[in-house]
């Protein structure tokens, strides 16, 4: 049975008279790297916010863990960490020291400490100033905050923001480990696409404050077209009409839409069984970042 984690139902929230989520719903399964996508001002940290309970939201049912309600119960929180916007630190205080006050603090087993500097990297340099620690080194000792207690879901709102391509790497293949290794479920935020892309299992692609997208990245790679060429084009086309395929001519190829491999392996098997040459074949997957663009391009 596929255990449910977070369970949005028919989210809505409004700061004033603005609607800024518009009854949004998804689920976030265990073992999930779930990818929440949206432009700047979409509505992602609000509706983690809302999840975590630090603002109140106006309409629906947000259930956590084994269908909790959240309105009945704060019990859920303990088996959440967190890093929503900014992490917050004691300047002044080493990285080592921070991470010491949330152990003392949420009452975590002390050698904790030290299993998560190690899961972040940031070992070496658990006893350097957090005022002097690098934008990535900032992040990572905010996942790890998160990470302390071994919650068994993690909310990441854009961990990956503003870090240089290795540090995305970094980010990206801690967070790729989590499921496997601790069993943790991972809700995580982005504005910029290829962040994520290669990290997630599923995404919702959230636009002004509306779910576009939900789904599975299978799903996604569904958003492919096939493109054709052989040595007796008008025959191709005959064929694909009368198998109803839904194809466009360009000047050398045939284009077919909503394409995959087991749509590539028929059309190859039908052209050739027909005795045409088949010159070109080959699979045009379209980047999430296309998807994204044109999901939140018809709104
Ligand atoms: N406390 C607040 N009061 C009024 N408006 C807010 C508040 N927080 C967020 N908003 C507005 O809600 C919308 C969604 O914001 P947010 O959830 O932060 O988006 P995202 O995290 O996707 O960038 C934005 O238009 C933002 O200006
Ligand atoms: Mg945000």
Redesign the pocket.
């Known amino acids: 049975m596929v255990n449910k984690m977070i369970e949005v139902v028919n989210l809505t ?1 409004k ?2 008279q ?1 609607i ?2 518009n009854d949004i719903s998804f689920t976030v399964e265990e073992g999930d790297i779930y990818g929440f996508l ?12 809302a999840i975590l309970k630090l ?1 109140n939201f106006d309409s629906g049912t947000i259930n956590v863990l084994d269908n909790n309600d959240i309105r009945n119960s704060n019990a859920y929180l303990n088996q959440i960490g967190s890093l929503i ?1 900014e992490p917050a630190f004691y300047p002044n205080l080493t990285g080592y020291e921070n991470l010491k006050i949330v152990q003392q603090l949420s009452d975590i087993p002390t050698e904790n400490i030290d299993r998560v500097l190690e899961i972040v990297g940031l070992t070496a340099t658990a006893n350097k100033l957090t005022k002097k620690y690098s934008l990535g080194m900032k992040q990572r000792l905010g996942i790890a905050i998160a990470l302390v207690k071994f919650p068994k879901i993690l909310i990441l ?2 961990p990956t923001n503003g870090l240089d391509p290795e540090g995305v790497r970094e980010i990206r293949e801690l967070i790729l480990s989590l499921p496997e290794k601790y069993g943790i479920t991972v809700f995580i ?1 982005s ?1 910029i696409l290829s962040e994520i892309e290669k990290m997630v299992n599923k995404v919702a692609i ?1 636009d002004h ?1 509306k779910i576009k997208f939900e789904g599975n990245m299978q799903k996604l790679e569904q958003e492919s077209t096939l493109s054709i060429a052989t040595d007796n084009m008008p025959a191709t086309e005959s064929l694909l009409t009368a198998k109803k395929y839904n194809f466009i001519k360009t000047e050398k190829n045939i284009i077919v839409n909503d394409a995959s491999s087991e749509v590539a392996i028929a059309v190859n098997k039908l052209l050739v069984g027909s005795d045409i040459g088949v010159s070109d074949l080959h699979l045009v997957k379209h980047s999430l970042e296309d998807i994204f663009l044109k999901i939140t391009k018809e709104a």
């Open positions: 929230k700061f004033d603005k800024v989520l949206g432009r700047n001002g979409s509505g992602k940290s609000t509706t983690m916010k603002l916007e709102d854009e935020s504005h959230l404050g």
